[in-house]
């Protein structure tokens, strides 16, 4: 997976997290507001959270060791892309420097921790220049005082160029640490040196060891490297493919020195005599890288610019016509300078194996967090929709009970109904028989009332009749007499 690989993976990993995360939240948030017990989200939440500050936090350690006069500082500058650590001809590295990247907008300190402190001490802050000279200030005030004051170490805080476009490592550091001639410095425990030095090889995910490229076989560096495999033999045979060796200054190859891959090819038999079976070279000239990259930012000073000017625009100067030598301005030199000082070769090659060793194993760590996660979310859910399906089950056959007891009452209020009916029928009837007999009853009352009339006022007439005139009389008043009428007063006033 090369560098811009893993930045892509690793920014849609975060992404995806950050989703789940959310999601998550809102989901507690709603149980909660449920009264439901949210114990459980809240442990997946809180991994979820270790995973995402993981991709953020990893730490991934380049360990930076050489011999004196090698050009240490110079290109931990170059892969800083800043002027800020002092070389000199004395060693400068007195304890272990971590070099931290910040953002281009922050501002640049340099901290120093002593031995019992947990609080740092803030040395300088500002410009790469004031840093770098309080910083060899205080380097002489150490070696002065044999460490009266117990450093153990320094951070140096700034931003880093070779890593500028990958936000993915953000924990990255660069460890400036200690070499042999250190190590021999009277006023100091070289075992102590020794053991810092050794310790950070181990815990690193990549080690750059510069060789000065006139002097790379003198007892320095063979001491270096015999006691790196004496020590760590076993370090040394597991992890082979992590350790670069960085031939600097060979832009000091003079017209009559042997080539470059004929220096590089003894300094690989010598690498293989000293046990390292696949030594990684790289060539390069990290002053002249330095010098480019300080240009194309427009942070080179005017004595940066007389520098390369002197030592690297010649050889980018093209001959015209008239047999003159014209050299093009150095900022149309730079982008040429920088790629063939190789520093940009190496940054990249170096973050590829960091990528490799510790990068691709964290991207998996986390996916697999997230993914168990996610499945227990899911079991979360799952968990709830069972609970709703009981719910529903049990609310379904309650409502198919209350559909059957509806049912059975509209049942029984049909048969209530019909038998209302029946007896309304048969009252109705009953009514209509008994109306009957009453209007039959009562005309003959009346009937009878009549005839009685009729034979009161038969038997007061002053000449009594016959027969047969009591009866044409009877038979006239009958006729005469409106019975229709009659009863229809009568049934009226009977129902009132």
């Known amino acids: 997976m090369s560098s811009q690989q893993f930045q ?58 050489a011999a004196m006069k090698a050009g240490k500082s110079t290109f931990l500058n170059a892969l800083i892309g800043a002027d800020i650590l002092a070389s000199e001809s004395e060693a400068c590295t007195v304890c272990r420097t971590d070099i931290r990247p910040i953002d281009p907008q922050a501002t640049p300190r340099l901290l120093e921790y002593r031995e019992g402190q947990r609080k740092s001490i803030a040395i300088a802050e500002g410009e790469a220049g004031v840093i770098r ?146 030594p990684i070279i790289y060539p390069a000239s990290a002053w002249q890288g330095l010098l480019a990259k300080l240009i194309l930012q427009n942070t080179a000073t005017d004595s940066h610019i007389k520098n390369f000017k002197r030592f690297f625009s010649a050889r980018y100067a093209t001959e015209n016509e008239e047999g003159d030598l014209v050299t093009p301005a150095p900022r149309k030199i730079a982008p040429q300078a920088l790629e063939d000082s190789n520093i940009s070769r190496i940054e990249q090659s170096v973050i590829q194996t960091v990528v490799q060793n510790s990068g691709w194993n964290l991207l998996n760590d986390v996916l697999a967090k997230l993914d168990k996660a996610a499945k227990a979310i899911e079991d979360t859910l799952n968990t709830q929709i ?42 109705i009837k009953g009514f209509e028989r008994g109306i009957n007999i009453f209007a039959k009853g009562a005309k003959a009352n009346i009937q009878e009332e009549f005839e009685k009339i009729a034979d009161s006022r038969s038997s007061k007439s002053v000449k009594p009749t016959t027969k047969k005139t009591r009866q044409q009389v009877s038979n006239r008043t009958d006729n005469d007499i409106n019975w229709e009428v009659i009863w229809r007063e009568i049934s009226c006033s009977a129902f009132k």
């Open 386 to 427: 069972s609970g709703w399906e009981m719910e529903l089950e049990t609310l379904k056959e309650k409502v198919e009970e209350y559909r059957k007891r509806a049912e059975s009452s509209k049942r029984k209020v049909e048969v209530v109904k019909k038998s209302v009916d029946g007896q309304k029928q048969i009252l």
């Open 8 to 65: 892509e993976t690793h920014e849609s990993i975060y992404r995806a997290g950050t989703r789940l995360w959310q999601y998550l939240q809102e989901l507690r948030a709603g149980r909660l507001s449920e009264g439901y017990d949210t114990k459980g989200l809240q442990s997946v939440e809180d991994d979820i959270k270790k995973a995402l500050n993981a991709l953020k936090e990893q730490k991934y350690q380049v360990a930076v060791i």
């Open 133 to 278: 000279q309080k910083f060899l200030d205080r380097t002489h005030e150490l070696r002065t005082t044999a460490n009266s004051d117990n450093t153990t170490r320094f951070e140096l805080q700034h931003p880093i160029e070779a890593i500028s476009k990958l936000s993915s490592l953000t924990g990255f550091t660069l460890v400036d640490t200690p070499g042999p001639n250190e190590w021999e410095s009277a006023s100091f425990s070289t075992v102590a040196l020794k053991q810092t030095a050794l310790e950070a090889l181990r815990t690193c995910d990549a080690i750059l060891f510069v060789l000065d490229y006139s002097s790379f076989k003198d007892n320095t560096n063979s001491e270096l490297l015999q006691d790196l495999i004496e020590q760590r033999g076993e370090f040394l045979a597991q992890n082979t493919g992590k350790i670069y060796f960085i031939l600097n200054k060979v832009d000091r190859k003079a017209e009559g020195d042997r080539d470059i891959e004929n220096v590089i090819a003894d300094l690989r038999k010598a690498l293989i005599g000293f046990g390292i079976p696949e």
